[in-house]
């Protein structure tokens, strides 16, 4: 799909979106204490899902630029938060073991989302739905991260298990 994006638009897109992970990391800056992380992550991952998906069905310019900003703070929002709930959920015993080990695995997402995304891109290259497909896999990602954040415990102000 051709949403008619120039050079000089591009580039005040990418300028724009991301001071969203700026905004968004200062913002969880005062509010990673003072909420549940359990419930402040899964409602970061529920916002980043329906920007994406508001991208992927309506990409036109304007609201390219606005939920691509949102997208990009509601993802540098969630990450911070994640690192501390992550830390939270293991007992002290196997913390950093098991913290190194989930965050491992989540740097294997981020070293091949960028292939999972082209290839789904050219499978619907011939049925001009790339762009979309594309975006539904990445907000499908966001998905995922607010199912299983669901099955977490609340562990903000609680004591860490031994």
């Given at each position: ?43 970061a ?20 630029y ?14 911070p ?17 098991a ?5 491992g ?24 739905q790339?762009?979309t ?13 607010l ?16």
């Amino acid at each position: 799909m051709r949403i008619g994006i120039n050079l000089k638009n591009s580039i005040l897109l990418v300028g724009l979106s991301s001071l969203g992970f700026v905004i968004g990391s200062f913002i969880s800056i005062f509010v990673a204490d003072r909420f549940e992380r359990k419930w402040t992550c899964a409602i970061a991952a529920c916002l980043w899902t329906i920007c994406l998906l508001l991208i992927a069905f309506f990409p036109n310019r304007s609201l390219i630029y606005i939920f691509g900003f949102l997208a990009n703070c509601s993802a540098s929002f969630l990450v911070p938060l994640m690192y501390i709930f992550t830390g939270e959920t293991f007992p002290t015993r196997f913390r950093a073991t098991a913290v190194s080990i989930t965050d491992g695995f989540g740097h294997l997402g981020g070293a091949f989302c960028g292939q999972v995304t082209f290839f789904i891109y050219f499978l619907f290259h011939n049925s001009q739905q790339s762009f979309t497909a594309a975006f539904v896999e990445i907000a499908f990602t966001g998905f995922i991260a607010l199912v299983m954040l669901l099955f977490g415990k609340k562990r903000t102000g609680k004591k860490l298990s031994q």
